[in-house]
């Protein structure tokens, strides 16, 4: 079974900034074979696509919303990507949510949901002041 478990979501005034992490594991669960996405959920809205990065951690994209303001990265060693996000606004209140996916090719970046396999449970991202 493979777990993903995001945790650095919190309450932030605009401006800020905050890092979310995601760990996986998993018996069976080879880090290194998935491309690792982070989606998010404002209230009323569809899930979308926040920014993902390719299983060596070359690539990355990012959705227009957050690009310049966000960066992601991976630790290959400890099963972890980070989603860093500074210049939060308002508009970037959500819950936050990790995926892997299944790549056939290294350098693919997956940017919608049912491309990916695996879940996290989300973590909530208010910005307010």
């Known amino acids: 079974q493979v777990q993903l478990v995001e945790s650095g979501g919190g309450l932030v005034q605009p401006g800020g900034s905050l890092r979310l992490s995601c760990a996986a594991s998993g018996r069976t669960f080879t880090f290194t074979s998935y491309a690792m996405g982070w989606f998010r959920q404002a209230p009323g809205l569809e899930r979308e696509f926040v920014g993902g990065?390719?299983?060596?951690?070359?690539?990355?994209d990012f959705a227009d919303s957050v690009k310049g303001r966000f960066t992601i990265s991976r630790d290959n060693g400890k099963n972890t990507v980070f989603l860093q996000m500074n210049t939060l606004k308002p508009e970037d209140t959500a819950v936050y949510y990790c995926a892997a996916a299944q790549t056939r090719k290294s350098y693919i970046v997956p940017t919608l949901d049912n491309e990916y396999d695996y879940w996290g449970q989300g973590t909530q991202v208010t910005v307010s002041s």
């Open positions: 990065i390719g299983r060596p951690g070359a690539n990355t």
